[in-house]
Structure formats: structure tokens, C-alpha cells
């Protein structure tokens, strides 16, 4: 028979165990066009990011500025009907030459959110 310290030691043991892999199945950003750190000949038409899990993307915001800190006009970001990883923002005038930062936060399906930022450079 188990002593009920050592039983709640399993107890606990046990939801650690089941509950620990749903903590850490936190979405994280997969991919991104363009890539962080990217130095692009010719301007993108949109930011395409990919997350690891579905995202919420009614919840979700991506949004571009110059390194001036200034903002780049952009619509709202939407899923892929196809992929609900995929969250796109369409750029609706060309990017001029010059170093953008690109900040996203997403809300997961889960509801966990995340957040993060990179940056891309388009060449003359």
C-alpha cells in the first residue's frame, strides 16, 4: 500500500506528465516570406507567416514599418482558407528601398498568444 505522500507524489507526478506536452504545444512561428534578416533585390507583395499550430487570425495583427519607425499601409492580415497556419498581410504599394521590421501577434486556437518581431531589407 502506498504511503499518502507517496501517492501524491505519483498524483502529481502523473498530471505533470499529462498536462506538461499541452503546456508546451505553444505555436510558434515556423517560417516567414520574407525570412528575418532577408536582403531582397526586389520588394515583396505581401509577408506570408507560417505558423507550427492554427491560429486565430480575427484575433491575430501583423503590421510593417520602416526603420524610421514609421508605418507601412497595410489591410488586415488574413488566414489561408486553405491553412489556417498560414496568416498573410497584403502590401497594397510597393516597399521602397530600406530596412523594415515586420511585428506579429497571433492568439493560437488553443487561445495561447504569441508574439515576436523581425526584420528584412529591399535593396536599391
Known amino acids: 500500500m502506498l504511503r499518502p505522500s507517496r501517492l501524491l507524489a505519483t498524483l502529481l507526478g502523473c498530471l505533470a506528465l499529462v498536462f506538461g506536452?499541452?503546456?508546451?504545444?505553444?505555436?510558434?512561428?515556423?517560417?516567414s516570406v520574407p525570412?528575418?534578416?532577408?536582403?531582397?533585390a526586389d520588394a515583396p507583395t505581401e509577408i506570408r507567416l507560417q505558423f507550427?499550430?492554427?491560429?486565430e487570425a480575427s484575433l491575430s495583427h501583423v503590421s510593417?514599418?520602416?526603420?524610421?519607425?514609421?508605418?507601412v499601409p497595410a489591410g488586415a492580415a488574413a488566414s489561408d482558407a486553405g491553412d489556417k497556419t498560414l496568416l498573410v498581410l497584403r502590401l497594397p504599394q510597393p516597399l521602397k528601398p530600406g530596412v523594415y521590421k515586420v511585428t506579429w501577434r497571433v492568439i493560437a486556437a488553443d487561445t495561447h498568444k504569441m508574439r515576436g518581431s523581425f526584420n528584412f531589407h529591399v535593396r536599391p
Not at 507550427?52 to 491560429?55: C, G, L, M, T, V
Not at 510593417?64 to 508605418?71: H, L, R
Open 35 to 40: 525570412a528575418a534578416g532577408a536582403s531582397l
Open 64 to 71: 510593417v514599418q520602416t526603420n524610421a519607425g514609421e508605418p
Open 21 to 31: 506536452g499541452a503546456v508546451a504545444a505553444h505555436t510558434h512561428l515556423k517560417t
Open 52 to 55: 507550427h499550430d492554427a491560429i
